[in-house]
């Protein structure tokens, strides 16, 4: 059973362009939304995270838009550029679970053409 | 870099074979996490060691099994290995009590055959 459903699977962007990646849960007991960016040979690394009492947070290109009445939340990257090109992964905690206990999306793979 | 540091970072496995992966967490981080990533998805929880004791496990058979070490490093075991176990293995480590973070290794890719 996927907790958290993620779209799309692969996106493809030309560069300066808005990259968007959507998601969606079911279990209204998660309490902490990070995103997570992996290049190929490494861990994923975390982006950006949302809680969700607050509908959006930026932290330079990358923001987070959070509908908590709808259950879904998506990630915007402004400008983005080939360094970009990555896979992307959201995720979601359980309310009172430990830090490390995360559920994730099957991840977006963006290529991001210069 | 994070600090976390996985070991091997690939291997070779027969099936019905055991394999012990390693994982040495960030400085002073007292929980480590693990994750399977199967190829083309997103990681899935395995269990999570606090402070030397499992503290909440994922939908893993009995087979997968972990330890966490005084020092805060942790071990994963699989026994009796299965082709569907090959797959990409994470830890992460985290230091709950003042930070939201947990940082990952680079990983294990672990392939049975």
């Known amino acids: 059973q996927q907790q958290v459903k993620q779209s799309p699977q692969s996106l493809i962007v030309q560069k300066g362009g808005i990259s968007i990646i959507n998601c969606a849960y079911e279990?209204?007991?998660?309490?902490?939304f990070p995103w997570y960016q992996q290049f190929p040979g490494k861990g994923p690394a975390l982006l950006i995270a949302?809680?969700?009492?607050?509908s959006e947070k930026k932290e330079g290109r990358f923001t987070i838009s959070f509908n908590k009445s709808a259950k879904q939340f998506s990630l915007h990257i402004m400008d983005s550029q080939p360094g970009d090109s990555a896979t992307y992964f959201c995720?979601?905690?359980?309310?009172?679970?430990?830090?490390?206990?995360?559920?994730f999306g099957r991840g977006t793979q963006l290529t991001v053409w210069p | 870099e994070t600090g976390v540091t996985q070991s091997p970072t690939h291997l070779i496995k027969t099936r019905g074979q055991q394999v012990t992966l390693r994982c040495s967490s960030q400085?002073?981080?007292?929980?480590v996490s693990w994750y399977q990533q199967a190829l083309g998805q997103g990681p899935q929880f395995i269990f999570q060691?606090?402070?030397?004791?499992?503290?909440g496990r994922g939908n893993f058979p009995p087979r997968f099994s972990g330890l966490q070490f005084p020092n805060y490093s942790s071990e994963l075991n699989v026994n009796a290995l299965e082709l569907d176990d090959s797959a990409l293995y994470l830890c992460?480590?985290?230091?709950?009590?003042?930070?939201?973070?947990?940082?990952f290794g680079q990983g294990t890719r672990l392939t049975v055959v």
């Open positions: 992460a480590s985290s230091l709950p009590e003042t930070s939201t973070e947990a940082f």
């Open positions: 279990n209204t007991a998660f309490d902490y």
């Open positions: 949302i809680r969700p009492d607050v």
């Open positions: 995720a979601a905690r359980p309310r009172g679970s430990t830090l490390g206990r995360l559920y």
């Open positions: 400085s002073g981080h007292n929980t």
């Open positions: 060691y606090y402070r030397e004791e499992e503290n």
